[in-house]
C-alpha cells in the first residue's frame, strides 16, 4: 500500500436476534445473537494480526457490538458514526413480506422494481442511502491516508456503497453485490488515482468455515 492510499476494512454485522424471522430490519435497533457474536469473534481471530489505526461503526448496537468484539485485541475505541446507519424501512420495519404487501400492495410492486428510486411508506430509498453514505465514507477514507481503518456497517449499506464504487446501478444492489453475515470487504482509497475507490475483496466469509473448536 502506497503511503498515500487508505485501507478500508468495511464489515457487515453479525447474526441478530430477528435474523431468521423473516422480518425487516432496518432502522430498528436489536443485538447480536449468541452465534453472532461468534461469528464476530471469529472474524476477529482472523485479523488478529492486522494493524488498524482507528475504528468506526453505525450508531446501532448489532454493528457497536459486531466492531467491539473485532476491535478488542487492537484496544481501538469505537467511533460511532451516524450516517452509516442501515436503511429505514419506515412503516414496513419489522414486517414480513406478506405483511409489507399487505400495507401497501401498489408501493410495494414499484419498490420492489426500483428501489433506489422508491422507499417504503416513511422510509429511505437507495438513492437516498447513498447521498448520506457516500460523504462519509469519503472523508472517513481522507482522514487516514497511509493508514489501514476498520469499518462496521449494514448489509443494504455495505452493497449501495459496493454497487456504487463497482459502476452497478443503485437499483441492482440486491443481486449485484452480496454481502452475507460478518462478510469482509476490502477497499483502497488513493487520492492520486482515478477513480479514488477500488475493491481488493468483497463479502469474504472465509473466517465462517474454520473448526468448531476455534
Not at 63 to 87: F, K
Not at 136 to 141: H, S, W, Y
Request: charged share 20%; hydrophobic share 40%.
Amino acid at each position: 500500500m502506497a503511503t498515500h492510499a487508505t485501507e478500508i476494512y468495511l464489515v457487515r454485522h453479525g447474526e441478530t436476534t430477528l435474523t431468521n424471522a423473516k422480518q425487516y430490519v432496518g432502522a430498528t435497533d436489536i443485538p447480536l445473537s449468541e452465534h453472532g457474536r461468534t461469528q464476530a469473534q471469529r472474524l476477529s481471530e482472523k485479523l488478529r494480526d492486522t494493524h488498524f489505526d482507528a475504528c468506526y461503526c453505525s450508531p446501532l448496537g448489532r454493528c457497536r457490538e459486531t466492531a467491539q468484539i473485532i476491535a478488542a485485541p487492537h484496544q481501538l475505541a469505537l467511533n460511532i458514526v451516524d450516517a452509516l446507519r442501515e436503511i429505514d424501512y419506515g412503516k414496513w420495519e419489522l414486517l414480513t413480506v406478506s405483511e409489507m404487501k399487505a400495507l401497501r400492495p401498489d408501493i410495494y410492486v414499484e419498490w420492489e422494481r426500483d428501489p433506489a428510486n422508491v422507499q417504503a411508506p416513511e422510509g429511505e430509498s437507495g438513492d437516498e442511502v447513498l447521498a448520506r453514505i457516500r460523504p462519509a465514507f469519503d472523508a472517513l477514507a481522507a482522514a487516514h491516508p497511509g493508514q489501514r481503518i476498520l469499518i462496521v456497517a449494514h448489509r443494504t449499506v455495505n452493497r449501495i456503497w459496493l454497487c456504487h464504487l463497482l459502476g452497478h446501478p443503485i437499483a441492482a444492489y440486491r443481486s449485484a453485490v452480496g454481502q452475507d453475515l460478518t462478510a469482509l470487504n476490502v477497499l483502497r482509497y488513493d487520492p492520486e488515482v482515478a477513480p479514488h475507490f477500488s475493491v481488493v475483496l468483497m463479502n469474504d466469509t472465509t473466517h465462517l468455515n474454520v473448526n468448531t473448536r476455534h
